[in-house]
């Protein structure tokens, strides 16, 4: 019966995914598929800036500090 509860407890703990990407654990799996859009339609237009709004340009930075490779000193 030990080894029952024991492989059950395994493989329960196996089958869990802690990955934020997960479909199943996130919650806003709509709003970021239409971010994904628009950053992509911003990203099209990214050659020139001056045809941005200014909510496309805010995507635009937010994405960019995001890759950038300088340290995050918000905290």
């Keep these: 019966m030990k080894f029952?509860?024991?492989?059950?407890?395994?493989?329960l703990l196996n089958n869990c995914s802690l990955n934020?990407?997960?479909k199943y654990w996130?919650?806003?799996?709509?709003?970021?598929k239409n971010y994904q859009?628009?950053?992509?339609?911003?990203l099209k237009?990214?050659?020139?800036?001056?045809?941005?709004?200014l909510?496309?340009?805010?995507i635009y930075i937010d994405d960019y500090t995001?890759?950038?490779k300088y340290l995050d000193i918000s905290k």
């Design 4 to 11: 029952f509860l024991i492989f059950f407890f395994v493989l």
């Design 20 to 22: 934020k990407d997960s």
């Design 26 to 32: 996130t919650e806003d799996v709509d709003n970021r």
């Design 37 to 42: 859009k628009k950053l992509s339609k911003i």
């Design 45 to 53: 237009k990214s050659d020139d800036i001056t045809t941005m709004t």
């Design 55 to 58: 909510e496309e340009y805010e």
């Design 66 to 68: 995001k890759k950038s």
